[in-house]
């Protein structure tokens, strides 16, 4: 019934005359051509860059005609008005007919936890997104997000996945995944529900909300009183998210210091993290660095806490077995930020990298060491990249896949949190990097962080560290009887 009750509040209808404005084209997904229509602002001057709304719209609008997902929110930014006021350029894939954009239970109060990847719906709407900028003057600091219902559900969902990507979200009568919150730390968010809705339960915007606010992160929520599943109707008028939406912007710095400071909400009074690895790491011990971001976010919100940088450049696995005792533990850390193995990669160029099988059994016997009885927490992140090209056009590729694919699997073994750096480093650069620089978008040299790349690890690295000292401390809570 939850199926057939989220068709019928969004059932299909001819959209106002004004929908034949927008332009129509497609894009090729995994199984599926996916259609989606665009519309940019009534006047483009060369050389200026333009906001762009991603919109997911409801089950309703599901089909392969590209015109229906227009009603609701594309429409209503047609009027004379709209145009003038919120010059922007608007994208609406098309989701086919009896497919998600995500794979949540429409009918459940509680979410299940997110899937791991994508549906391949949503994984060719991010294909149609980063198409469309390769070729359009968007403004890349002003892309922003909505969805209605199963929309809403997508844009929750996305925005998880992507929170660098988009400077503001706003989410209508959808749901959430509550073990995502920390994702959207810095992640300015406006989320619209009624509490009526018999489609799409009030308690999932609610327990997103709820869990956002145990963090600290602010979320701009309005439940509507006695509105049931067209919470849309008053998101999108003239009351509405959309002079809020317009006047946000996206600020790595923001969300960097915001992650580094519920990090060390998480820490101990006497906390002494530790950051271990090579010359990235070395880099980022200084005041503009990833390790010194997290250094003033510490001293901000949890002062007695310290930083033991442990960067030195060219080393890789077998360098740190052999000074971890003097630079970690003889220090005293309780906590460690592992990241390593760009060097073990890199230096296979000229026959001085580490071995696949040296690298895993150097990590468990560094692990090993690092926790060992009365040691520190590890957090982990994978070697990030070498070289910004797209995946598959760098030299190292494969092999940094490999080694990253060894790291999580040593982390793994221990259900250590994981910082995914090649992952998230690559999921970035599809958006930010559509001409396919080999750097300038977090490395200043493929390799070592420039100032956006070192904002972008401190948030990474601050979201893993805060988690390692969250299961370190639910390890220590007393066990009631089995």
Known sequence: M???????????????PSAQEFQSASVRGGQFTMPYRWIAPESVVEGERYPLILFLHGAG?????????????????????????????????????DERWTADNWGSKSAEPLAYGMTEPMATAVAALTDFVAKHP???????????????????????????????????????????????????????????????????????????????????????????????????????????????????GRRARLAGEMMARSLAPDERVAFLGDSITEQGNESWGYVGILRDAMKRAQPGASVIPAGISGHKVPDLLLREEADVRAKNASLVFLYIGINDVWHSEWDQGTSEEDYENGLKELLGRLEGPGGATVAMATPSVIGEMPFGKGKFDSMLAKYSLLSRGVAGEGNRPVCDLQERFREHLELFNVEGEQKGVLTNDGVHLNDAGNRFVAAEAALAIRRAALARTAKKQPQGPK
């Open 61 to 97: 609008e599901r089909g392969s005609d590209n015109e229906i997902q227009l009603k609701h929110f594309p429409v209503t930014m047609m009027t004379p008005e709209r145009r003038a006021k919120f010059p922007c350029f608007i994208l609406a894939p098309q989701c086919p007919e």
């Open 138 to 252: 968007v403004d890349m600091d002003r892309i922003y997000l909505t969805g209605l219902s199963m929309g809403g559900y997508g844009t929750f969902d996305l925005a998880a996945r992507r929170p660098d990507w988009f400077a503001a979200v706003a989410p209508v009568c959808g749901g959430g995944h509550v073990e995502t919150a920390d994702r959207f730390v810095g992640v300015p968010l406006s989320i619209w529900h009624g509490d009526k809705d018999d489609a799409v339960p009030v308690e999932r915007s609610r327990g997103m909300v709820e869990e956002l606010g145990e963090l600290g992160i602010e979320a701009d929520y309005h439940e509507l009183p006695g509105v049931g599943h067209d919470a849309w109707t008053q998101a999108y008028g003239k009351e509405g998210c959309l002079e809020w939406m317009f006047a946000q912007r996206r600020d790595p």
């Open 2 to 16: 939850i199926l057939i009750s989220l068709a019928l509040a969004a059932a299909s209808t001819v959209p106002n």
